[in-house]
Each structure stands twice: as C-alpha cells, then as structure tokens.
T-cell receptor
Framework: LAKTTQPISMDSYEGQEVNITCSHNNIATNDYITWYQQFPSQGPRFIIQGYKTKVTNEVASLFIPADRKSSTLSLPRVSLSDTAVYYCLVGAAASGGSYIPTFGRGTSLIVHP | KAGVTQTPRYLIKTRGQQVTLSCSPISGHRSVSWYQQTPGQGLQFLFEYFSETQRNKGNFPGRFSGRQFSNSRSEMNVSTLELGDSALYLC????????????FGSGTRLTVV
C-alpha cells in the first residue's frame, strides 16, 4: 500500500518557484505518481503524472528520483490563483481490488502578494 | 470535449432517507470512481466501476452502493442517511491506463439534517 506523506502547508510569494515533495516509500513497480490541485468546493484537477525521471507540461514539472520513493511537484512563478490544496496520488489504474487509492491530506499552498 | 457531469449539485435530505447521485463520465472513459470528501476525513475512496462491474471498493458500510450502466454513466446510492454522510461526493472518470489520471466532476454537496 503506497501511503503518501506531504507537508501540511506551504507559503510562497507571487513570482517564486514552489516545490512540493511527496514521500511514497512503498511505491510498487507498476505505480504512477499523479498530482492534483483542488480549490474549495470543487473537484480536484489533474496537474501532472509521471513514472520516472522528469515530466514537464505547460503548468508544472514533476521530478522523480531513480529510487521513486519520493517525487517533487515544481510550480514555476506562482501567482495568487495557485493558492490551493495539492495532492499526490500513487498507484496504477486497473489495479482492481488490490489497491485502494489514498489521497492523503494534501499540501495547502498559500501564495502571498 | 465535455467534462464529468454530476447531478444534482446540491441536495438536502433528512436522516433516514435515501439519495441517488448521478455521474456522466467523459466520453470514452469506462472507469468511474466515487469519492467522499469531508473536512475531517479528507478525500476517501468509495468504489470504482469499470464496464458495469464494481472493480474496487473502499471501506464504507453497505449503505453506500453504486452501479454503472452500459453507456458508462454511473449512480451512487446512500440509504438510511446519517448526519455524518454530509459531504461533497465526487465522481471521477479515467481512461484506465497508466496511473490514476482522473478527471473529476464538480461534485454533489449533500447535507443531511
């Protein structure tokens, strides 16, 4: 069971780069790492997903070391609108009854002017 | 393309009643998962349906049930409502490849009085 651990909260300022790390010591061979962003009273929004090394898209980068026991979500030049809760989720689709997806409590990011 | 649609958006029910929530996934997605989100417990996995079959189930009592239709639309039902069932219920669809690359709906806010 790939339990995840993230910092409860983080503070940053507009224009800075923010790195949020998630620990997942029990990650399985087939597991992927997926990050979500959630605003109050909305469903989580998919940000990025990776399996190993580095993945980059138009909004974020995901760094995964060789041992895959942690991952870091990097948000470049954050703005006030990036204030949200960020979750990492580890697992593989089609795992069926062998795995219960567990989101953890997430990281509350507050971006200050 | 259209996102995940959940209806209704808000619902108020009385203890002891039952409720049915509906979810229309993204076209082509055959996997539909349901989550309960509360301030105290965070995001908790209820169950997942794939091709009309429940493929995975979280640790919720039997009062929580669901089903999926041939067009991948899904419903979840909660019987004998309790005050503690008040929550945001989120539906998520995915393509069932790779990791948990969910697309979430906006949720149904259920209040039990």
């Amino acid at each position: 069971l790939a339990k995840t651990t993230q910092p409860i909260s983080m503070d940053s300022y507009e224009g800075q780069e923010v790195n949020i790390t998630c620990s997942h010591n029990n990650i399985a061979t087939n597991d992927y790492i997926t990050w979500y962003q959630q605003f109050p009273s909305q469903g989580p929004r998919f940000i990025i997903q990776g399996y190993k090394t580095k993945v980059t898209n138009e909004v974020a980068s995901l760094f995964i070391p060789a041992d895959r026991k942690s991952s870091t979500l990097s948000l470049p030049r954050v703005s006030l609108s990036d204030t949200a809760v960020y979750y990492c989720l580890v697992g593989a689709a089609a795992s069926g009854g062998s795995y219960i997806p567990t989101f953890g409590r997430g990281t509350s990011l507050i971006v200050h002017p | 393309k259209a996102g995940v649609t959940q209806t209704p958006r808000y619902l108020i029910k009385t203890r002891g009643q039952q409720v049915t929530l509906s979810c229309s996934p993204i076209s082509g997605h055959r996997s539909v998962s349901w989550y309960q989100q509360t301030p105290g417990q965070g995001l908790q996995f209820l169950f997942e349906y794939f091709s009309e079959t429940q493929r995975n189930k979280g640790n919720f009592p039997g009062r929580f049930s669901g089903r999926q239709f041939s067009n991948s639309r899904s419903e979840m039902n909660v019987s004998t409502l309790e005050l503690g069932d008040s929550a945001l219920y989120l539906c998520a669809s995915s393509s069932d490849t790779g990791g948990f690359g969910y697309t979430f709906g906006s949720g149904t806010r259920l209040t039990v009085v």
